[in-house]
């Protein structure tokens, strides 16, 4: 659920530069004389402002999200458009035009998800030697085609030792082994690799968060894309500084923290820096602002109670991806923000000592007040209302985690009830509303579809 990659989306660019670059692992380069990528659906629509095109070409090139330079990639992009030519996997050089050759089609969408893509190869006579029809369904994870339309997009984990893929099963294995969340799905994690794998592992995701904490807090600037937003981020961590030791009797003294470490992380994704997919881009802030709550606010935190709040927070993330969605283009933004906000809740709740009921009663209570949550980044851009966004997201989390422990965790609303009714209002929601730009703040704001955003004909 923890991938770390570069913003500004993990479905609309995690997910193509990972598509993309498994394409070109399976080509024969010596056949190949020419490249297309056609993106579709929401990918069409959004593609620009979120980086999608980018993401392609930096795939074709052989870039992986997760250790590309975002220093470099300007440059590398710069360098294809000024010669025309890309050098597939950087081992052999075809003609290449980005404008030509990656078209965004915001009018077509295929039935099995609205995140689309369809990567073409040629030969020197015009022939295919291969195509592929991939999926990005959210959180940087790809499918190729077929896909089912109502099949789940993640295996739910065969063979593993307390398997799960509902609340109920989760809750189910809890009481059956007498272990916490967090150390079952440690169980499970530990049958695939050594314990210190899994620990080390986990704390490489936290330093990858609390790197991007540290460089959103001291970058100013204005974010790219043309809609003049300024990072808020190292104004409000120097002013929360300043009053360091006179914060005494401000009893939301730690609420401001909370809200900084949000808009720090969602300003870096925004302007493509390395972020950690939980369990998206375009919901990154939220788990480490939570996270960051914890370490600077909670007496006794520790690396170990950061690897119980992570496992839990997991946990929980496999359920909203197996059983929900995590995609804001199939959903809407209740499936990213309030999948991040449910993850956070039930990490928290987990390393201040809750039940695994109460764990799941916090993710619940986060869901289920999200619903309904609409996906309508203006211009395009993961900027507005995504930054804030993650901070409301964030303190949500943080009152659904006090809420479920002052609950002996038993509730009317379940889990899987919370993550059913995202789905069946994801369904309902039109998609103006669900990663287009075609509605709601995206249009409000400015009165039209802003630059980036490729318009369906009515």
Same mark, same amino acid.
């Given at each position: 659920?923890?991938?770390?990659?570069?913003?500004?989306?993990?479905?609309?660019?995690?997910?193509?530069?990972?598509?993309?670059?498994?394409?070109?692992?399976?080509?024969?380069?010596?056949?190949?004389?020419?490249?297309?990528?056609?993106?579709?659906?929401?990918?069409?629509?959004?593609?620009?402002?979120?980086?999608?095109?980018?993401?392609?070409?930096?795939?074709?090139?052989?870039?992986?999200?997760?250790?590309?330079?975002?220093?470099?990639?300007?440059?590398?992009?710069?360098?294809?458009?000024?010669?025309?030519?890309?050098?597939?996997?950087?081992?052999?050089?075809?003609?290449?035009?980005?404008?030509?050759?990656?078209?965004?089609?915001?009018?077509?969408?295929?039935?099995?998800?609205?995140?689309?893509?369809?990567?073409?190869?040629?030969?020197?006579?015009?022939?295919?030697?291969?195509?592929?029809?991939?999926?990005? @369904?959210?959180? *940087?994870? !790809?499918? $190729?085609?077929? #896909?089912?339309?109502?099949?789940? %997009?993640?295996?739910?984990? /065969? =063979? &593993?030792?307390?398997?799960?893929?509902?609340?109920?099963?989760?809750?189910?294995?809890?009481?059956?082994?007498?272990?916490?969340?967090?150390?079952?799905?440690?169980?499970?994690?530990?049958?695939?690799?050594?314990?210190?794998?899994?620990?080390?592992?986990?704390?490489?995701?936290?330093?990858?968060?609390?790197?991007? @904490?540290?460089? *959103?807090? !001291?970058? $100013?600037?204005? #974010?790219?894309?043309?809609?003049? %937003?300024?990072?808020?981020? /190292? =104004? &409000?961590?120097?002013?929360?500084?300043?009053?360091?030791?006179?914060?005494?009797?401000?009893?939301?003294?730690?609420?401001?923290?909370?809200?900084?470490?949000?808009?720090?992380?969602?300003?870096?994704?925004?302007?493509?820096?390395?972020?950690?997919?939980?369990?998206?881009?375009?919901?990154?802030?939220?788990?480490?602002?939570?996270?960051?709550?914890?370490?600077?606010?909670?007496?006794?935190?520790?690396?170990?109670?950061?690897?119980?709040?992570?496992?839990?927070?997991?946990?929980?993330?496999?359920?909203?991806?197996?059983?929900?969605?995590?995609?804001?283009?199939?959903?809407?933004?209740?499936?990213?923000?309030?999948?991040?906000?449910?993850?956070?809740?039930?990490?928290?709740?987990?390393?201040?000592?809750?039940?695994?009921?109460?764990?799941?009663?916090?993710?619940?209570?986060?869901?289920?007040?999200?619903?309904?949550?609409?996906?309508?980044?203006?211009?395009?851009?993961?900027?507005?209302?995504?930054?804030?966004?993650?901070?409301?997201?964030?303190?949500?989390?943080?009152?659904?985690?006090?809420?479920?422990?002052?609950?002996?965790?038993?509730?009317?609303?379940?889990?899987?009830?919370?993550?059913?009714?995202?789905?069946?209002?994801?369904?309902?929601?039109?998609?103006?509303?669900?990663?287009?730009?075609?509605?709601?703040?995206?249009?409000?704001?400015?009165?039209?579809?802003?630059?980036?955003?490729?318009?369906?004909?009515?």
């Amino acid at each position: 659920m923890f991938s770390i990659g570069i913003g500004p989306s993990s479905s609309h660019t995690v997910g193509p530069m990972r598509a993309a670059r498994a394409f070109a692992e399976d080509l024969d380069l010596d056949r190949v004389h020419s490249v297309t990528v056609d993106l579709l659906g929401s990918l069409g629509a959004t593609g620009r402002g979120h980086g999608s095109d980018r993401a392609v070409v930096l795939g074709l090139l052989g870039e992986r999200p997760e250790d590309v330079d975002p220093d470099a990639v300007e440059g590398y992009l710069r360098e294809v458009r000024r010669t025309r030519e890309l050098p597939l996997l950087r081992r052999r050089t075809i003609g290449f035009d980005p404008d030509a050759d990656v078209r965004l089609d915001g009018r077509t969408s295929l039935p099995a998800h609205p995140n689309a893509m369809v990567l073409t190869a040629r030969d020197a006579a015009g022939a295919v030697v291969a195509e592929r029809t991939s999926y990005s @369904v959210g959180g *940087g994870f !790809v499918k $190729d085609h077929p #896909l089912e339309p109502d099949a789940p %997009v993640a295996d739910p984990g /065969p =063979g &593993l030792p307390w398997g799960f893929r509902t609340g109920a099963e989760l809750l189910e294995n809890c009481r059956a082994t007498g272990l916490g969340i967090a150390d079952l799905v440690r169980r499970n994690e530990e049958s695939l690799r050594p314990a210190a794998d899994v620990d080390a592992g986990l704390l490489r995701v936290f330093t990858a968060m609390r790197a991007c @904490v540290d460089h *959103g807090l !001291v970058t $100013d600037g204005v #974010l790219p894309g043309g809609l003049g %937003v300024r990072r808020r981020a /190292p =104004g &409000l961590h120097r002013q929360l500084l300043a009053e360091e030791g006179r914060s005494g009797s401000d009893v939301l003294h730690a609420m401001d923290w909370v809200s900084l470490f949000a808009l720090a992380v969602n300003e870096e994704n925004a302007a493509g820096g390395r972020v950690v997919t939980a369990p998206t881009n375009g919901a990154a802030g939220i788990v480490p602002a939570v996270l960051h709550f914890y370490r600077r606010f909670v007496p006794g935190a520790d690396d170990a109670g950061t690897v119980r709040f992570l496992l839990a927070a997991g946990g929980v993330g496999i359920v909203l991806k197996e059983t929900g969605s995590i995609s804001g283009a199939e959903v809407g933004c209740q499936g990213e923000v309030g999948s991040a906000s449910a993850m956070a809740a039930a990490g928290l709740t987990e390393v201040l000592g809750g039940t695994p009921e109460q764990v799941e009663n916090a993710a619940e209570i986060a869901v289920e007040h999200h619903l309904g949550l609409t996906c309508d980044p203006v211009g395009g851009l993961v900027q507005i209302p995504c930054i804030e966004r993650n901070a409301v997201g964030a303190t949500t989390a943080i009152h659904a985690a006090r809420t479920a422990m002052r609950g002996d965790g038993r509730h009317v609303v379940s889990l899987d009830t919370a993550i059913a009714t995202m789905r069946q209002t994801g369904a309902h929601m039109r998609s103006e509303y669900k990663e287009t730009s075609l509605g709601g703040l995206a249009l409000t704001v400015v009165g039209r579809p802003a630059v980036g955003v490729n318009v369906p004909e009515c």
